[in-house]
């Protein structure tokens, strides 16, 4: 099993804040893919990096994935009350079909 | 499209019960799987198929069975309900090739008491 650690795990910021969730793991993944899950919902895929020091924009959202396709980040600018959630991050490694998923990042945002 | 659908949405077992969660995805899909959440645990894999008439193990498989005799279902059988089987239980599809980029059912809450 291919370990993948978040932090923080929890986050609680004020509307118009910027954040940064981290995803690290000793494992080198194939890609890595970022999701978001709101409570009583199956979690909603946001974006998958595939190559080392790979940048993703995604609106406000900004995902990266370290030159050694070990780790990844997830930052929010500015921040709104809509992004409050469970992220989640997921690796694959290349030669199996088993998904491994951190145990996430709960965000708050206060309006 | 429906997208991937789980059933039941809520499930209240026993010990030593039996049950099968139920599993569809309509996107042609050949890649499907079950996990289960657990507060503060993520998502652990239970079993996964990569089409019709193949399955394998994940992470935490024991309890469990599954089968995939077509390309749409994938149900998840409890043999014998324990109360460390209490979760919220996923079902998700994917294309087999590239990724894995998964599509999530809504899930079913399962106690067992």
């Known amino acids: 099993t291919q370990l993948l650690e978040q932090s923080p795990q929890f986050l609680s910021i004020q509307e118009g804040e910027n954040l940064t969730v981290y995803c690290n793991s000793s494992s080198v993944f194939s890609s890595l893919q970022w999701y978001r899950q709101e409570p009583g919902e199956g979690p909603v895929l946001l974006v998958t990096v595939v190559t080392g020091g790979e940048v993703k924009k995604l609106k406000r959202l900004t995902f990266q994935f370290g030159d050694a396709r070990k780790d990844s980040s997830l930052h929010i600018t500015a921040a709104q009350p809509g992004d409050t959630g469970l992220y989640l991050c997921?690796?694959?490694?290349?030669?199996?079909?088993?998904?491994?998923f951190g145990a996430g990042t709960t965000v708050t945002v206060r309006a | 499209n429906a997208g991937v659908t789980q059933t039941p949405k809520f499930q209240v077992l026993k010990t030593g019960q039996s049950m099968t969660l139920q599993c569809a995805q309509d996107m042609n899909h050949e890649y499907m799987s079950w996990y289960r959440q657990d507060p503060g645990m993520g998502l652990r894999l239970i079993h996964y198929?990569?089409?019709?008439?193949?399955?394998d193990q994940g992470e935490v498989p024991n309890g469990y069975n599954v089968s995939r005799s077509t390309t749409e279902d994938f149900p998840l059988r409890l043999l014998s309900a324990a109360p460390s089987q209490t979760s919220v239980y996923f079902c998700?599809?994917?294309?087999?090739?590239?990724?894995?980029?998964?599509?999530f059912g809504p899930g079913t809450r399962l106690t067992v008491t």
């Open positions: 998700a599809s994917s294309h087999r090739t590239g990724p894995l980029e998964q599509y």
């Open positions: 198929s990569v089409g019709a008439g193949i399955t």
């Open positions: 997921a690796g694959a490694g290349s030669n199996d079909y088993k998904l491994s």
